[in-house]
């Protein structure tokens, strides 16, 4: 891939990657300020700016590679919003809620990228090339907040599903879990390195997302 094709590819999907990562973190922090933590908002994370909540590594370097390397699929993450987990009313059961915000608004935005992209397809855009611009960018929209919803539903902690079930499990169990979280970045990278290999992930998450994407443009389109 020659600097001219990274540059139209960076152009497509930098929107809508950007706003997948920030608003994920933005909505872990107004649903903790909602059950009575204040840490994100204190901290100012709650803002839409995407500065605000840009990881060097995993808004930028992680993209770019994955670009670098013709990966099939764009993938980052942005700086976690801070939450005192123990300020919140009901700590345990409020986590659950707090951490399936982040992916419950990929899937929202999932649906209006697909929306947009309708409407582009319908050729209410014209057919110039914004209008292509605009198609090709909703497109990365709705597979992108998928792909990220999807995966941060799974069930390691710190990843959002993981939290989830620590909410919803009963005390010693959700403990259990909970021990592993400062163990769970190692456990995602020897899962990401097993599925370089033999592809486990993809022959779970894949169905996932694919069948997630397909409901979506049956319903929004």
């Known amino acids: 891939m020659d600097l001219q094709h990274i540059l139209q590819a960076i152009s ?11 608003l994920h973190e ?7 300020l909602f059950f009575g933590d204040t840490t994100a908002k204190a901290m100012g994370r709650l803002s839409l700016n995407p500065l605000k909540h840009v990881d060097p590594v995993g808004t930028v370097l992680v993209p770019v ?14 700086k ?19 951490a399936a915000a982040g992916p419950a ?19 209410y855009f014209g057919s110039g090339v914004v209008a292509v611009w605009l198609v090709k960018m909703a497109e990365i929209g709705l597979v992108g907040n998928v792909l990220l919803g999807v995966f941060n539903m799974l069930p390691i ?4 599903g993981g939290r989830v079930l620590v909410g919803l499990l009963p005390l010693p169990a959700a403990r259990a ?5 400062p163990y769970g970045l190692w456990i995602l990278i020897a899962l990401l390195w097993a599925n370089s ?12 997302v694919n069948g997630l994407v397909q409901l979506i443009e049956h319903l929004f389109t």
């Not at 879990?177 to 979280?181: G, P, R």
């Open 26 to 32: 933005v909505a872990h922090g107004r649903v903790a």
């Open 197 to 208: 290999r033999l592809h486990l992930l993809d022959a779970i998450l894949g169905p996932l």
């Open 177 to 181: 879990l909970a021990a592993i979280e």
């Open 105 to 123: 608004a990929n899937l929202l935005m999932a649906c209006l990228w697909t929306i947009l992209g309708g409407i582009g397809a319908a050729g």
């Open 65 to 78: 590679v994955l670009l670098l390397v013709h990966s099939p699929f764009l993938f980052g993450w942005a």
């Open 80 to 98: 976690p919003v801070p939450v005192d987990f123990r300020r919140l009313r009901h700590p345990k059961s409020d986590m659950a809620w707090v």
């Open 157 to 160: 902690p710190p990843l959002d």
């Open 12 to 22: 497509v999907a930098a929107i809508p990657m950007l706003l997948a990562i920030t």
